[in-house]
Structures are given as C-alpha cells and as structure tokens.
C-alpha cells in the first residue's frame, strides 16, 4: 500500500517534471523567437538612424540651397529696380530730346536754313 502510493508519487512526479521541462521548452522556444524579434528591430532601428541622418543632411543641403536662391533672387531685384531706374531716366531723355527736335525743327531758323542745310547735304554727297 505504501509501496503503491509511493509508486503513485514518482509517477505524479515524473508528469510534473514532464511538464515543467515542457514548459521550459516553450519558454526557451519564445525567449528565442523574442530576441530574433529584439534584433532584427534593432537592424530596424540602425537603418531608420541612418535615414534620418541622410534626409538631416539632404535637409540642410535644401536650406543653403534656398538661402543661396533667395540671395540671388535678392540681388536679381535690385539690379532689376536698377534697370527699371536707368529706363525710367533713358526714356525721359528721349521724350526730352524728342520733344527738343520737334521744337527745332518748328523753329523759323530749322525752316529759313531748310535749304542751305540740302546743298551741304549734296555737296558731302548725302
């Protein structure tokens, strides 16, 4: 009798030891598929650093870029208000000249030396 539930135990032992090998075992099994997952994250994680670090740098490169083109664009404008300044005294003197010529040539002197002006012209072979 003591003989037979001290059979018993061994048994109930050896199932519990089944078990609990078992477990360990399922235990060890996500423990590795764990740190596959911890590792190939940390490749992740290595590779998304090394992304951010070269859109940082593209980054900054875009912004000396804009600098550079707002710069220039800055010195475009002024040279453009420049020019716009130089057409605006050119096209006085023309209207000024213009306005000279048809004086001179509605002057009595333009008229009385009409035709002494056309001999010369001739005689210079005009």
């Known amino acids: ?17 089944l078990s609990l090998t078992e477990k360990v075992d399922d235990i060890s099994r996500e423990n590795g598929q764990l740190e596959q997952s911890i590792e190939a994250l940390n490749l992740e994680k290595a590779h998304l650093a090394e ?7 593209e980054k ?20 453009f ?11 006085r003197l023309v209207t000024d000249s213009e306005t000279a010529r048809l004086a001179l040539e509605n002057s009595t002197f333009w008229r009385i030396s009409g035709p002494l002006r056309r001999l010369l012209n001739r005689l210079r072979g005009h």
Do not use: C, V, W
């Open 51 to 57: 992304q951010l670090s070269a859109l940082s740098g």
């Open 1 to 17: 009798d003591k003989l037979e539930r001290q059979a018993e135990t061994l048994e109930e032992s050896q199932r519990s030891s």
């Open 81 to 91: 208000q420049t020019m716009k300044t130089e057409n605006t005294r050119l096209a």
């Open 60 to 79: 900054d490169q875009l912004a000396n870029s804009l600098a550079e083109a707002r710069a220039e664009l800055h010195k475009t404008e002024e040279t």
